[in-house]
């Protein structure tokens, strides 16, 4: 089992009892996985895996799929032996668990961000999991989304690197979207400041 399925199943044993129908990421990541390797499909896993994936614990409660635009096709095909339906234009469940799938296909306009999605291919991997999008991609991600979430677990991913890291990360962020990086920065580094008082 890789390290981000272990993680998701970790949390969702703690959050089970608060919660007992939490869904069951960690059960319908591999299932995901098999299904896009049928299809022949790059892609890159996004959203709240991508984020445990990087060492923010959090719970999520589904599967966030960036794919390129021609691939919706190739995923209908693949979907009925492997336990997935096309349940809306851009979402499939996953029948045994039920989990959501939300594909974000590129081109697509990135709700509430006035950007549109870009293509996998584009965006940097995560050494550790190569289906995954590295830091730069998902910060990319988060700070075109502009939602409260989106910038919560920036500011946490963020609290987690050291100035050099940091500095990487800021290079690695387009232009236009640098300033909104610094400010989630600041706002991670004030909250350690209040962590440790």
Do not use: N, W
Request: glycine share 8%; proline share 7%; charged share 25%.
């Amino acid at each position: 089992m890789d390290e981000t399925v272990a993680a998701l199943r970790r949390i969702r044993r703690f959050v089970a009892p608060m919660k007992p129908d939490v869904p069951a990421i960690d059960d319908a990541l591999p299932a995901l996985r098999r299904l896009l390797a049928a299809a022949g499909i790059g892609y890159r896993l996004v959203g709240g895996v991508a984020v445990v994936h990087h060492g923010y614990v959090r719970a999520t409660e589904d599967l966030d799929v960036l794919v390129p635009a021609d691939a919706l096709d190739a995923l209908d095909a693949a979907c009925g032996a492997h336990d997935f339906e096309r349940t809306a234009s851009r979402r499939l469940t996953h029948r045994p668990t039920g989990v959501r799938v939300d594909l974000l296909v590129a081109g697509d306009p990135i709700p509430r961000g006035g950007d549109v999605y870009p293509d996998p291919a584009t965006l940097d991997a995560s050494d550790a999991a190569p289906d995954v999008v590295g830091l730069a991609g998902l910060a990319r991600l988060k700070l075109m989304g502009r939602r409260h979430q989106d910038d919560a677990d920036l500011v946490a991913l963020l609290s987690r690197l050291d100035e050099g890291a940091y500095l990487a990360l800021e290079g690695a962020t387009p232009a236009p979207l640098r300033s909104r990086l610094a400010a989630l920065r600041a706002d991670a580094l004030d909250e350690l400041r209040l962590a440790t008082e």
